[in-house]
C-alpha cells in the first residue's frame, strides 16, 4: 500500500504532540485532542494512523506510552542514525548545535567542506570534526553514516548529492534552495525562502479578508 507523501509530516507533528503530552503528566488522548492540538481534523488523524494499524481503541482513546512506542516505530526512530553534514557554513553550524537532533536520535557525526583550510577544525557544541571531501566515501562508511544533510550552495547541491549516493548514503536532508531528485536515495528538501513565501502569502490573504469585513460593515 502507498503512503501519501504528507503522512509521513503529520506523523512527525503526532510524535512531538504526544511527546508534550506525556511531559505534561498524561496518560490518556483522543485524535479530537490531537486534532484540537494541531489545527487538524479528527478524521485526518485517524486515517493517518490507521495506515499502520490499530493505535486505540473507540470510546477509551490512545495510551500515550504506546501510541509514542508505535510512532517511533513507524518512523523509525527508535534507532540512533549517524549523520554527516556537507557545508561547514553557517546552515551547516547551525544544525549542529540543534539539541533537538541529538535528542530524537539523529546522531551528526562529521562535517564535510570542499575548502581545504576548514579541514581539521570542529563545529558546534560537541566538537564535530570537519573532513575534506575526498575522504567522504570512506568516512562514510567507517562511522556508519545513513543520513546526509546538504548545506551547500544550489549550484553544488545536485553534485554533493551524487557524491553521497556514491558512498552508500541511504537519505538526504537537503538545505540547498534547489530541488533534488535522484532514484537512488530519499530525499527531503527543506527550503526555508518558500516557508517565508507561504507566511506571507497568508499574511497577505488575511489582511485582503479583514479589509473586506470593514468594507461591509461600512456599506
Known amino acids: 500500500m502507498k503512503i501519501p507523501g504528507p503522512v509521513s509530516k503529520r506523523l512527525a507533528l503526532y510524535h512531538r504532540c504526544v511527546g508534550t503530552l506525556l511531559s505534561e503528566g498524561r496518560g490518556i488522548t483522543s485524535s479530537q485532542e490531537l486534532g484540537e492540538r494541531l489545527s487538524l481534523k479528527p478524521s485526518q488523524i485517524r486515517k493517518d494512523l490507521s495506515y499502520f494499524g490499530e493505535f486505540g481503541k473507540r470510546g477509551t482513546g490512545y495510551d500515550l506510552k504506546g501510541l509514542r512506542l508505535s510512532l517511533e516505530n513507524v518512523l523509525r526512530i527508535n534507532k540512533t542514525w549517524n549523520v554527516c553534514?556537507?557545508?561547514?557554513?553557517?546552515?551547516?553550524?547551525?544544525?549542529?548545535?540543534?539539541?533537538?537532533?541529538?535528542?530524537?536520535?539523529?546522531?551528526?557525526?562529521?562535517?564535510?567542506?570542499?575548502?581545504?583550510?576548514?579541514?581539521?577544525?570542529?563545529?558546534?557544541?560537541?566538537?564535530?570534526?570537519?573532513?575534506?571531501?575526498?575522504?567522504?566515501?570512506?568516512?562514510?562508511?567507517?562511522?556508519?553514516?545513513?543520513?546526509g544533510v546538504i548545506a551547500v550552495p544550489a549550484s553544488e547541491a545536485r553534485n554533493v548529492a551524487e557524491i553521497l549516493v556514491k558512498a552508500g548514503i541511504k537519505g538526504i536532508l537537503n538545505f540547498a534552495p534547489t530541488k533534488i531528485k535522484l532514484e537512488e536515495v530519499e530525499i527531503e528538501d527543506v527550503d526555508i525562502a518558500i516557508s517565508f513565501k507561504a507566511l506571507t502569502f497568508k499574511m497577505g490573504a488575511r489582511e485582503i479578508e479583514r479589509q473586506r469585513s470593514i468594507g461591509k460593515e461600512n456599506c
Not at 537532533?101 to 562535517?111: D, H, L, S, T
Not at 576548514?118 to 562508511?141: C, D, H, N, Q, T
Open 85 to 147: 553534514i556537507v557545508g561547514a557554513g553557517n546552515i551547516g553550524t547551525a544544525l549542529a548545535n540543534h539539541r533537538e537532533f541529538f535528542k530524537e536520535g539523529y546522531n551528526i557525526v562529521a562535517f564535510f567542506d570542499r575548502n581545504p583550510s576548514k579541514a581539521g577544525r570542529k563545529i558546534g557544541e560537541r566538537g564535530i570534526l570537519v573532513y575534506p571531501m575526498s575522504e567522504l566515501e570512506e568516512k562514510v562508511k567507517l562511522l556508519g553514516i545513513e543520513i
